[in-house]
T-cell receptor, first 116, second 113 residues
Framework: GNSVTQMEGPVTLSEEAFLTINCTYT??????LFWYVQYPGEGLQLLLK?????DKGSNKGFEATYRKETTSFHLEKGSVQVSDSAVYFC???????????????FGRGTQLTVWP | NAGVTQTPKFQVLKTGQSMTLQCAQD?????MSWYRQDPGMGLRLIHY???????DQGEVPNGYNVSRSTTEDFPLRLLSAAPSQTSVYFC????????????FGQGTRLTVV
């Protein structure tokens, strides 16, 4: 089946620390991979994505590389800010027809808190 | 461009009451879905639709109904509210293409007392 596993939170860091949030997946076929971010009281919004192996998605200083050999898509940022405090979701989407067409599969989310 | 609009943002219901959560998108997306978000559970798929007139069940469909009469609208109906349905509900839409992302509404915080 299709599923996403991401590291348990919460993650608490000081400002300017290095961030890694691990994400691994299981998928039928060749998925596209996404990171979404949810700020307090808001809906999810796309942070970055990668659609094929070895692609690197990047946005707002965050990066993630699509690693087919390890089925991973870990999120990294070199220097976090207080404003990065949010919940981060890893997700996959597979190219298919039928009942899974268009569906996103989400991990459980990782709460990040950054202290000044 | 409004994107995905959900109403209401907050709602309190009594056990046994029914209500409809509204969702509309203006991006002509084929795929629409409803999720509920509970602490420690992430996002769980309730129902989804791949186009007007086509709906299907997700992981947690019991107690909910949907219909898709137009491309734009995908309402979620709670038939007889229960305290277990207290949650934050999100509607999302996307094209069906493999590399395309979903766009989310701002959410509806529902409390059933």
């Amino acid at each position: 089946g299709n599923s996403v596993t991401q590291m348990e939170g919460p993650v608490t860091l000081s400002e300017e620390a290095f961030l890694t949030i691990n994400c691994t997946y299981t998928a039928t076929g060749y998925p596209s991979l996404f990171w979404y971010v949810q700020y307090p009281g808001e809906g999810l919004q796309l942070l970055l994505k990668a659609t094929k192996a070895d692609d690197k998605g990047s946005n707002k200083g965050f990066e993630a590389t699509y690693r087919k050999e390890t089925t991973s898509f870990h999120l990294e940022k070199g220097s976090v800010q207080v404003s990065d405090s949010a919940v981060y979701f890893c997700a996959l989407k597979i190219p298919s027809r039928g009942s899974t067409l268009g569906r996103l599969y989400f991990g459980r989310g990782t709460q990040l808190t950054v202290w000044p | 461009n409004a994107g995905v609009t959900q109403t209401p943002k907050f709602q309190v219901l009594k056990t046994g009451q029914s209500m409809t959560l509204q969702c509309a998108q203006d991006m002509n997306h084929e795929y629409m879905s409803w999720y509920r978000q509970d602490p420690g559970m992430g996002l769980r798929l309730i129902h989804y639709s791949v186009g007007a007139g086509i709906t299907d069940q997700g992981e947690v469909p019991n107690g909910y109904n949907v219909s898709r009469s137009t491309t734009e609208d995908f309402p979620l109906r709670l038939l007889s509210a229960a305290p277990s349905q207290t949650s934050v509900y999100f509607c999302a839409s996307s094209p069906t293409g493999a590399g395309t992302e979903a766009f989310f509404g701002q959410g509806t915080r529902l409390t059933v007392v």
